[in-house]
């Protein structure tokens, strides 16, 4: 086996490679693999193992494909620098095909099945049945992800099922988009077969490190949830087939009924989630509330906390694929140093924070909800108190657990990392992520994560379910109940959402949460909370642009900017020059500790401590690091700190036109008989220019 991968690994590299003239990655490269391969299970098993790349990473430097941090640069959590997404004026047709103008992989994928499944049919593979269907399961899996990957951010995409020719004719009319919702269509296809093939569990052996049955579900009751709630949000736009502007083939829409697509996918979204779903209840890791998660003799506290830092992540009913590292074979991540010593450049938001209901189920601002704005000037852990235990027991608190340094000895967290931390470090919004931190000592540098990276978790099930059922039918069915009640049993939250929703004032909502409107008005309080569950729920785990993109909930920052905020800062305890800062911060010196306000000094006389924070205020000079309240207010707003050369200071925009990725200029000339742009078989998305460097406009 490791003959085969170690030759595959080579032979799809070289399968890939084409000339810069070439287009939809035509060139044939089937010599590099022998006639006599495809022949047995194992070299089914060993081709298939090279996909599995595709999948994200637990990587704290690839934060952007990352697990733990991957929804940085939206309301959920953000990084020192925003992302250019909220500056329209940033954003620009490369010049290049484009991200996901890209079919490489679906051509190796499409190669796999030309010679596997003539193979197949006639006998010729050995090894054993129930493997060759797995591997042959894995690949129409993989067809399917690839195709998500790109269609889910350009929409329209040509559907390839082989590997084509070296012939112009051929390919130029394979380049042709077809609608968004066939390619969804084709995409649920390719799972559905990969769900009649892969097995319960894997007989290959390898348990969650391959791909099973549940797997392909969930991922087909996503994909079905995308492209049926982007058609009803984006209804009546350029962004779907058919709508007012749309650069699409009117021809190719077959009869096309958007409403009629919009309930085929919310009804297969539920058809998908609703066997793994159900198969949780009851199964779900235990959440004891414990916040540290584990005994100072490493023993776990609270499985749930867990089940985001064990190496081993085999035994948790709803982790379904998870990449599993070992640090003697060298196979590691960079996340173990960074959230464990420092704030790792991100933080939550207060939109996000506030998105919490408390135990009793009642929304902050709620009356009878007993929550206290006071406590907003006593810290993080006095305002996360009596809260659902999510955001509590991901959150790192004030002097709440013990950090490792390199040479093994601890320290406590510090809200100094606010102000003094790095690209690396800083602790950007004050409320410090704690989800997939370990507590083992570690002496090692950034190499030294062994945490299992979860790819899929069947627990999204629950939640997809959940939100179709509630589009289709406007309120929860028997077994949406039951899945919402779970959760939030879970969370330690009072199960009747009802008595949520009831409470839910959305004025109040959409303060924090984009979530809270779709093309530019707000929801209704049933859809809301449903999207609310789904936020905390799925915190940190790279799912929030996607949700955003699909529910069309940006459309109101084209003309509204939207402020990111942290912790309240100016007036608390965190505030040296009011004399309440129980830390008692000093220079490393033991000096008193000098907070300079727009070039004015202000000292305190407290105790020294170990770190020392310098507050500096410098809008105009961009030499600060926290946000003026004269401009800001009392909380901190990580955009707001420099004037200088900062597109975001005045809020983060949006135009409509970005919801979508652009086509490269050169893919539009690799796809057109004379090699020009005006002459492509395919078209630009909405607002983008076939030219390279041009700025996206907006779009109606």
């Given at each position: 086996?490791?003959?085969?991968?170690?030759?595959?690994?080579?032979?799809?590299?070289?399968?890939?490679?084409?000339?810069?003239?070439?287009?939809?990655?035509?060139?044939?490269?089937?010599?590099?693999?022998?006639?006599?391969?495809?022949?047995?299970?194992?070299?089914?098993?060993?081709?298939?193992?090279?996909?599995?790349?595709?999948?994200?990473?637990?990587?704290?430097?690839?934060?952007?494909?990352?697990?733990?941090?991957?929804?940085?640069?939206?309301?959920?959590?953000?990084?020192?620098?925003?992302?250019?997404?909220?500056?329209?004026?940033?954003?620009?047709?490369?010049?290049?095909?484009?991200?996901?103008?890209?079919?490489?992989?679906?051509?190796?994928?499409?190669?796999?099945?030309?010679?596997?499944?003539?193979?197949?049919?006639?006998?010729?593979?050995?090894?054993?049945?129930?493997?060759?269907?797995?591997?042959?399961?894995?690949?129409?899996?993989?067809?399917?992800?690839?195709?998500?990957?790109?269609?889910?951010?350009?929409?329209?995409?040509?559907?390839?099922?082989?590997?084509?020719?070296?012939?112009?004719?051929?390919?130029?009319?394979?380049?042709?988009?077809?609608?968004?919702?066939?390619?969804?269509?084709?995409?649920?296809?390719?799972?559905?077969?990969?769900?009649?093939?892969?097995?319960?569990?894997?007989?290959?052996?390898?348990?969650?490190?391959?791909?099973?049955?549940a797997c392909a579900q969930v991922l087909r009751?996503?994909?079905?949830?995308?492209?049926?709630?982007?058609?009803?949000?984006?209804?009546?736009?350029?962004?779907?087939?058919?709508?007012?502007?749309?650069?699409?083939?009117?021809?190719?829409?077959?009869?096309?009924?958007?409403?009629?697509?919009?309930?085929?996918?919310?009804?297969?979204?539920?058809?998908?989630?609703?066997?793994?779903?159900?198969?949780?209840?009851?199964?779900?890791?235990?959440?004891?509330?414990?916040e540290n998660g584990y005994a100072a003799d490493?023993?776990?506290?609270?499985?749930?906390?867990?089940?985001?830092?064990?190496?081993?992540?085999?035994?948790?009913?709803?982790?379904?694929?998870?990449?599993?590292?070992?640090?003697?074979?060298?196979?590691?991540?960079?996340?173990?140093?960074?959230?464990?010593?420092?704030?790792?450049?991100?933080?939550?938001?207060?939109?996000?924070?506030?998105?919490?209901?408390?135990?009793?189920?009642?929304?902050?601002?709620?009356?009878?909800?007993?929550?206290?704005?006071?406590?907003?000037?006593?810290?993080?852990?006095?305002?996360?108190?009596?809260?659902?235990?999510?955001?509590?027991?991901?959150?790192?608190?004030?002097?709440?657990?013990?950090?490792?340094?390199?040479?093994?000895?601890?320290?406590?967290?510090?809200?100094?990392?606010?102000?003094?931390?790095?690209?690396?470090?800083?602790?950007?919004?004050?409320?410090?992520?704690?989800?997939?931190?370990?507590?083992?000592?570690?002496?090692?540098?950034?190499?030294?994560?062994?945490?299992?990276?979860?790819?899929?978790?069947?627990?999204?099930?629950?939640?997809?379910?959940?939100?179709?059922?509630?589009?289709?039918?406007?309120?929860?069915?028997?077994?949406?109940?039951?899945?919402?009640?779970?959760?939030?049993?879970?969370?330690?939250?009072?199960?009747?959402?009802?008595?949520?929703?009831?409470?839910?004032?959305?004025?109040?909502?959409?303060?924090?949460?984009?979530?809270?409107?779709?093309?530019?008005?707000?929801?209704?309080?049933?859809?809301?909370?449903?999207?609310?569950?789904?936020?905390?729920?799925?915190?940190?785990?790279?799912?929030?642009?996607?949700?955003?993109?699909?529910?069309?909930?940006?459309?109101?920052?084209?003309?509204?900017?939207?402020?990111?905020?942290?912790?309240?800062?100016?007036?608390?305890?965190?505030?040296?020059?009011?004399?309440?800062?129980?830390?008692?911060?000093?220079?490393?010196?033991?000096?008193?500790?000098?907070?300079?306000?727009?070039?004015?000094?202000?000292?305190?006389?407290?105790?020294?401590?170990?770190?020392?924070?310098?507050?500096?205020?410098?809008?105009?000079?961009?030499?600060?690091?926290?946000?003026?309240?004269?401009?800001?207010?009392?909380?901190?707003?990580?955009?707001?700190?420099?004037?200088?050369?900062?597109?975001?200071?005045?809020?983060?925009?949006?135009?409509?036109?970005?919801?979508?990725?652009?086509?490269?200029?050169?893919?539009?000339?690799?796809?057109?008989?004379?090699?020009?742009?005006?002459?492509?078989?395919?078209?630009?998305?909405?607002?983008?220019?076939?030219?390279?460097?041009?700025?996206?406009?907006?779009?109606?």
């Amino acid at each position: 086996m490791n003959k085969y991968i170690s030759a595959l690994i080579l032979g799809t590299s070289l399968i890939g490679l084409s000339s810069c003239e070439d287009f939809l990655n035509e060139q044939p490269q089937s010599q590099l693999i022998p006639e006599t391969f495809f022949s047995t299970a194992d070299q089914l098993a060993a081709y298939a193992i090279t996909f599995y790349g595709q999948f994200p990473v637990h990587d704290f430097y690839t934060y952007s494909l990352g697990t733990f941090i991957l929804d940085n640069g939206t309301d959920n959590q953000v990084g020192m620098s925003a992302s250019t997404i909220w500056d329209p004026s940033n954003n620009r047709t490369p010049s290049g095909d484009g991200t996901y103008w890209d079919f490489t992989q679906i051509r190796n994928a499409n190669y796999f099945f030309d010679q596997v499944l003539p193979k197949y049919e006639a006998g010729q593979i050995t090894g054993g049945d129930a493997l060759v269907r797995e591997y042959i399961g894995e690949m129409y899996f993989f067809r399917a992800y690839l195709y998500w990957k790109n269609y889910k951010e350009i929409g329209d995409y040509p559907i390839i099922l082989t590997a084509l020719p070296d012939e112009e004719e051929v390919l130029l009319e394979a380049s042709v988009r077809y609608p968004r919702n066939q390619v969804a269509r084709q995409i649920l296809s390719d799972l559905q077969n990969a769900i009649d093939l892969l097995p319960e569990t894997t007989p290959s052996g390898i348990g969650k490190q391959r791909l099973n049955k549940a797997c392909a579900q969930v991922l087909r009751s996503r994909v079905a949830l995308f492209e049926g709630t982007w058609l009803k949000y984006h209804k009546g736009t350029a962004l779907v087939p058919g709508g007012p502007g749309w650069p699409g083939d009117q021809s190719m829409l077959n009869g096309f009924n958007i409403d009629t697509e919009i309930n085929y996918f919310l009804t297969e979204a539920m058809a998908s989630a609703q066997p793994v779903a159900t198969a949780l209840l009851g199964n779900l890791a235990t959440n004891t509330g414990t916040e540290n998660g584990y005994a100072a003799d490493g023993s776990i506290l609270n499985p749930y906390y867990a089940m985001f830092t064990e190496q081993n992540l085999t035994n948790y009913n709803e982790v379904l694929l998870y990449k599993q590292y070992n640090l003697g074979q060298s196979i590691y991540n960079n996340i173990y140093m960074q959230f464990q010593r420092n704030g790792g450049n991100s933080g939550w938001t207060r939109g996000m924070v506030n998105s919490f209901v408390m135990q009793n189920g009642l929304p902050i601002y709620a009356t009878g909800s007993g929550y206290d704005p006071e406590w907003e000037n006593q810290g993080v852990t006095a305002t996360l108190q009596n809260r659902d235990s999510r955001i509590q027991i991901f959150t790192k608190g004030d002097q709440s657990i013990s950090c490792y340094n390199t040479d093994g000895t601890t320290e406590l967290f510090q809200e100094g990392w606010l102000t003094t931390g790095t690209s690396e470090t800083r602790l950007v919004t004050g409320f410090g992520i704690k989800k997939g931190m370990v507590y083992t000592p570690n002496p090692g540098e950034h190499n030294h994560g062994v945490q299992g990276s979860i790819v899929i978790r069947g627990t999204e099930a629950m939640l997809n379910y959940i939100e179709a059922c509630v589009e289709l039918n406007g309120s929860p069915d028997g077994n949406a109940t039951s899945y919402w009640q779970a959760l939030r049993t879970r969370a330690m939250v009072d199960a009747d959402f009802n008595k949520t929703i009831a409470a839910t004032d959305m004025s109040q909502e959409a303060l924090g949460d984009w979530g809270a409107y779709s093309a530019g008005s707000l929801v209704n309080a049933m859809i809301y909370n449903v999207r609310r569950e789904r936020r905390c729920e799925l915190m940190a785990e790279g799912f929030r642009m996607d949700d955003l993109r699909r529910w069309a909930a940006l459309d109101q920052l084209a003309t509204t900017p939207y402020q990111i905020e942290g912790v309240k800062f100016w007036g608390t305890v965190y505030d040296i020059s009011a004399g309440l800062n129980p830390l008692n911060l000093m220079d490393t010196d033991g000096k008193k500790l000098g907070m300079v306000i727009n070039g004015v000094e202000y000292e305190t006389g407290v105790p020294p401590t170990e770190l020392g924070v310098n507050v500096i205020v410098d809008v105009p000079g961009g030499t600060g690091n926290m946000s003026d309240p004269e401009i800001s207010g009392d909380y901190v707003r990580p955009y707001q700190i420099s004037a200088l050369n900062n597109p975001y200071f005045n809020g983060l925009s949006f135009t409509r036109a970005l919801y979508l990725s652009p086509i490269g200029q050169s893919a539009f000339r690799k796809a057109s008989p004379d090699k020009s742009e005006e002459n492509s078989v395919i078209y630009q998305n909405p607002g983008w220019s076939k030219i390279g460097g041009t700025t996206v406009t907006d779009i109606n």
